[in-house]
């Protein structure tokens, strides 16, 4: 059988899903090899699949000076690609590096946003096949407001999305990697630079396979045969994972609570983000389990009614909750989603404010709260209306039934089994 590698860099919520469609790649005989931070090597080898050397540790990124800067202003599309352009100066040819060596032996490549600039090269070099799976929508356009990313009208099919997307969506790719993936081709590829049309040709032939739900971001019609929109890529870890004795007391002492944790986003002053989430929690009468992640949401003098976790598998916690609070990550909101619950997000940067906007053009949610703008009583009032909006609750009930009906797993499989 074949080799796969996938290209997966990012937080936890970028390499979950490529875990969960490498195993069942696996399963079908395959040898798959995952590259991705440093610090998921473990978790990585944990399930069958082999994890590839990289001197990148996500999370120490993201708890780095840039990293704090990006989770703190991102929210600036202008600062956003300012400071992601001074972390790819940093990083970037290290990570293109370790690409390209994780790419040996390998008989076809699966990249991302994050990766589809420079690994196009990698493939055409090898002579291998080149799939892309995103998370998000692709950055190509469409006059799909409802798929594209930043849309000046995000619920209408109009040619101004179009244009817009051909001015700002199709170029920022290029304008974060353009200079790395040149650099890669000349230094390390032996292949000559390209222009930006050029590369853009080449990600526009590759199969585009996107791992979200059509009932939450709707396949464009003028989007070319060879792009895909497969469903979600859950990884259920339920069956490996103890729920503490701690966690057991506290859901059986009184009504579901809300879920809150914002993953892996860092920022400079966690102590007033718990400031304000625990005021919101009091005030909303609710009761709430927070979820520590990367910025350790909770730690502090916590009352009855809160309970503090490290972590949990959203598989297991959500279907059990009133609501979630969360930062939009692609991974998260999937999980939200198909929990049937409704969810409140609080975006940071990049595609989280998109998946905010669905939410609560899907009305299961409320509209989102960039985080800059997060006050006690704006939070306090979204889990009020979570909690007690019941044709809200519907409404999300109904579509965590049809995610749940869905095989996205199954489709990538055979996607990507028909390029090698």
Not at 313 to 319: A, D, Q
Not at 331 to 351: E, K, Q, Y
């Amino acid at each position: 059988m074949s080799v796969i590698t996938f290209i997966a860099y990012g937080t936890r919520g970028d390499v979950q899903p490529a875990i969960a469609l490498g195993q069942a790649l696996s399963r079908q005989g395959h040898t798959v090899r995952i590259l991705a931070g440093a610090n998921f090597a473990d978790w990585i080898q944990q399930h069958g699949l082999i994890p590839l050397p990289t001197q990148i540790d996500m999370q120490a990124l993201m708890a780095g000076e840039g990293g704090r800067d990006w989770v703190e202003k991102g929210h600036n599309p202008v600062m956003q690609m300012r400071i992601m352009g001074q972390l790819l100066d940093k990083h970037g040819m290290q990570i293109a590096s370790d690409a390209w060596d994780a790419c040996q032996g390998s008989d076809l490549i699966v990249s991302s946003f994050t990766s589809d600039v420079y690994a196009v090269g990698m493939a055409e070099k090898l002579g291998i096949a080149h799939v892309s799976a995103p998370l998000q929508p692709t950055l190509f356009t469409t006059k799909n407001g409802r798929v594209l990313l930043n849309a000046p009208l995000p619920n209408r099919i109009s040619w101004i999305n179009y244009f817009f997307g051909k001015l700002f969506i199709e170029t920022a790719a290029w304008s974060l990697y353009g200079d790395i993936a040149n650099r890669t081709r000349t230094e390390l590829l032996g292949l000559p630079a390209q222009t930006r049309a050029e590369n853009r040709a080449d990600r526009q032939k590759m199969t585009i396979i996107h791992g979200y739900s059509p009932h939450v971001v709707p396949h464009p019609e003028d989007w070319p045969d060879n792009f895909h929109t497969a469903g979600y890529w859950f990884l259920d870890e339920n069956e490996q994972w103890q729920p503490p004795g701690n966690l057991l007391d506290f859901l059986g002492a009184g009504s579901p609570p809300v879920a809150i944790g914002f993953g892996s986003m860092t920022g400079r002053n966690p102590q007033k983000m718990n400031e304000i989430v625990l005021e919101a929690v009091q005030m909303s009468g609710q009761r709430a389990i927070l979820l520590s992640g990367w910025a350790g949401l909770g730690e502090m003098q916590l009352p009855k009614s809160v309970l503090q976790l490290p972590a949990a598998p959203h598989s297991w916690l959500f279907p059990q909750m009133a609501a979630v609070v969360h930062h939009g990550g692609a991974g998260t909101t999937a999980a939200g989603l198909r929990a049937g619950i409704p969810s409140i997000l609080v975006p940071h940067f990049a595609d989280q404010p998109f998946w905010g906007q669905r939410i609560a053009a899907l009305g299961v949610g409320p509209k989102p709260v960039m985080r800059p703008k997060l006050t006690a009583h704006k939070l306090a009032d979204a889990i009020d209306t979570a909690v007690s909006n019941q044709t809200m609750r519907q409404n999300a009930a109904a579509l965590g039934k049809k995610i749940r009906a869905e095989d996205g797993i199954g489709m990538a499989v055979a996607l990507i089994e028909k390029q090698l």
